[in-house]
């Protein structure tokens, strides 16, 4: 399950790589940068729904996990923002974990990749 | 019937910016490869690596530094770790075909693509299991000329 959404986010920012370095193009850029440092203010079990939200914004997407057997399924929000310009891909991608209305997790990181191209001579 | 990269991945942006771009030269400067840094040996994931044992520094040592970090706080045990990120890309194979002329100009771009993704998770100081996963695929994009004036 959280691969599905990570393999998700990297294959847009391939995308994103694609478009960039084969036409020889500026920078793509899309989605909005997750605000990460706000995480530590959210609590499992008591932060709700509405006051992530109001911290995070509106998530890209949404989905489900199910991380235990003993545990039911959690909804997921996706949030990422990635952006290259032909030579390096940045991609932060935040997936919160909900448990009906109130948090339950996270998982997040961001990333700087160089892309080295190689030309016919 | 294949879609184009931006509608099949639900990405019309991504078509808007290379759109905006306007007249690209795409057919002199295609690569035949672009690709990061190779993903390091997952030998030490199964033979040196020690869950709750090995370090941050054995880490570093035996993977190499990661290309991104972040944290997860995930249930159901909910405890906060570090997350180390290593990924691998290769774009390869780039295929280019005009079609069209003047201002319905198009060129379609096609590549294979190769992907590697490690994640890393560190809790306090050590070293607390990995994920790891690889695809391989191709995917498709679509440019077109921007109009006179445009």
């Not at chain 2, 991104?68 to 774009?91: H, K, M």
């Given at each position: 399950?959280?691969?599905?959404?990570?393999?998700?986010a990297?294959?847009?920012?391939?995308?994103?790589i694609l478009?960039?370095v084969s036409?020889?193009?500026?920078?793509?850029?899309?989605?909005?940068?997750?605000?990460?440092?706000?995480?530590?203010?959210?609590?499992?079990g008591q932060?709700?729904?509405?006051d992530?939200?109001?911290?995070?914004?509106?998530?890209?997407?949404?989905?489900?996990?199910h991380?235990?057997?003993?545990?039911?399924?959690?909804?997921?929000?996706?949030?990422?923002?990635?952006r290259?310009?032909?030579?390096?891909?940045?991609?932060?991608?935040?997936?919160?974990?909900?448990?009906?209305?109130?948090?339950?997790?996270?998982?997040?990181?961001?990333?700087?990749?160089?892309?080295?191209?190689?030309?016919?001579k | 019937?294949?879609?184009?990269?931006?509608?099949?991945i639900?990405?019309?942006?991504?078509l808007a910016?290379?759109?905006?771009v306007?007249?690209?030269?795409?057919?002199?400067?295609?690569?035949?490869?672009?690709?990061?840094?190779?993903?390091?040996?997952?030998e030490?994931?199964?033979?040196?690596?020690?869950?709750?044992?090995?370090?941050?520094?054995?880490?570093?040592?035996?993977?190499?530094?990661?290309?991104?970090?972040?944290?997860s706080?995930?249930?159901?045990d909910?405890?906060?770790?570090?997350?180390?990120?290593?990924?691998?890309?290769?774009?390869e194979?780039?295929?280019?075909?005009?079609?069209?002329?003047?201002?319905?100009?198009e060129?379609?771009i096609?590549?294979?693509?190769t992907?590697?993704?490690?994640?890393?998770f560190f809790?306090?100081e050590?070293?607390?299991?990995?994920?790891w996963?690889?695809?391989?695929?191709a995917?498709?994009?679509k440019?077109?000329e921007?109009?006179?004036?445009?």
């Amino acid at each position: 399950m959280r691969l599905a959404f990570v393999n998700g986010a990297i294959v847009a920012s391939v995308a994103a790589i694609l478009l960039t370095v084969s036409g020889c193009a500026p920078t793509v850029a899309y989605g909005v940068k997750p605000q990460t440092d706000r995480l530590s203010q959210f609590v499992p079990g008591q932060t709700k729904a509405a006051d992530i939200l109001l911290s995070l914004g509106e998530p890209r997407g949404k989905g489900a996990a199910h991380p235990s057997p003993g545990l039911p399924p959690r909804e997921i929000w996706f949030y990422e923002y990635v952006r290259s310009d032909g030579k390096t891909a940045n991609l932060d991608l935040l997936l919160v974990f909900m448990n009906g209305d109130s948090y339950d997790g996270h998982l997040w990181f961001s990333s700087v990749d160089t892309f080295k191209k190689s030309y016919n001579k | 019937m294949k879609q184009p990269l931006a509608a099949r991945i639900g990405l019309p942006y991504l078509l808007a910016s290379s759109l905006a771009v306007g007249s690209m030269a795409i057919t002199g400067c295609t690569p035949l490869q672009v690709a990061t840094r190779p993903m390091p040996s997952m030998e030490p994931l199964k033979s040196d690596l020690v869950r709750g044992v090995s370090t941050r520094a054995d880490v570093q040592r035996l993977l190499g530094e990661p290309s991104g970090n972040g944290s997860s706080v995930l249930p159901p045990d909910l405890s906060a770790r570090e997350v180390w990120f290593y990924q691998e890309v290769r774009v390869e194979d780039f295929k280019t075909e005009r079609a069209g002329s003047g201002v319905h100009a198009e060129t379609y771009i096609r590549a294979n693509i190769t992907q590697r993704i490690l994640l890393v998770f560190f809790k306090g100081e050590l070293y607390d299991g990995y994920m790891w996963y690889s695809n391989v695929g191709a995917v498709e994009g679509k440019t077109r000329e921007a109009a006179p004036g445009s």
